[in-house]
Structure formats: C-alpha cells, structure tokens
C-alpha cells in the first residue's frame, strides 16, 4: 500500500521538487523491502507445498503397501480410499498406477467390485 501511494505521489505534477524526491524515495524503500519480503514468501509457500505433497506420497505408499500384504496382495478401491482417506477418483488412479508398475492383475468380487491383486 505503501508503494501505491508513493507512486500516486509520483504521478501529482503540482508537488514540489523536494516531495517528488521524498515520494521516489519512498517508492525505491518500499520496492526494496518487498519484493525480498513476497519472493521469501513464495519460497515458503512452495518449500510447504513440497513437503505436503511428500507427506501424502509416504502416506499414500505406506498404507498401500499395508493393505496389499494384510489382503494377501488383493485389494480394492473402496479399502484403499477408506483407509487413506482418500476420495475414490484419487484411490482409482493409485492404484491403476501401482497396478502397472508392479503388474498387477484384476478380479471380480461377488458384489461386482474391482479387486487389484498384486503378487506378492
């Protein structure tokens, strides 16, 4: 805010010689002091992001594995969003990934529901 008022000074014709210098003056500190102050700010809010997204990742895999050797290798995405706590669209897409990765292959379960079974 400050940066806009010390340009909107800068722009007034009417101002003396020596409020034209203050005003400049002013604009260069604030200019100075706050693009250190948003790019640190950035930095923060992306260093967390990764860490967030690392996070979920380790959790993501943890409790994969866990529920793939507690089912014997079959599990389905119902279990995996559950237990993840997870929505079924992302549960669905990690699996198929880890379905492809580690050749996994498919079942059907008497209710009808896709099972993952992967060899263990």
């Given at each position: 805010?400050?940066?806009?008022?010390?340009?909107?000074?800068?722009?007034?014709?009417?101002?003396?010689?020596?409020?034209?210098?203050?005003?400049?003056?002013?604009?260069?500190?604030?200019?100075?002091?706050g693009v250190p102050l948003v790019t640190g700010g950035g930095w923060l809010?992306?260093?967390?992001?990764?860490?967030?997204?690392?996070?979920?990742?380790?959790?993501?895999?943890?409790?994969?594995?866990?529920?793939?050797?507690?089912?014997?290798?079959?599990?389905?995405?119902?279990?995996?969003?559950?237990?993840?706590?997870?929505?079924g669209t992302e549960a669905k897409q990690y699996l198929d990934k880890q379905?492809?990765?580690?050749?996994?292959?498919?079942?059907?379960?008497?209710?009808?529901?896709?099972?993952?079974?992967?060899?263990i």
């Amino acid at each position: 805010m400050l940066s806009v008022s010390a340009l909107a000074s800068l722009q007034d014709k009417d101002n003396n010689s020596l409020q034209n210098r203050d005003a400049r003056d002013s604009a260069i500190a604030c200019i100075s002091l706050g693009v250190p102050l948003v790019t640190g700010g950035g930095w923060l809010i992306l260093g967390s992001r990764r860490q967030n997204r690392k996070l979920l990742s380790q959790h993501l895999q943890s409790t994969f594995y866990d529920l793939v050797e507690l089912g014997e290798g079959r599990i389905s995405v119902l279990k995996f969003a559950k237990e993840a706590n997870i929505t079924g669209t992302e549960a669905k897409q990690y699996l198929d990934k880890q379905a492809k990765e580690f050749n996994a292959t498919f079942d059907h379960g008497k209710q009808g529901g896709i099972y993952y079974h992967f060899h263990i």
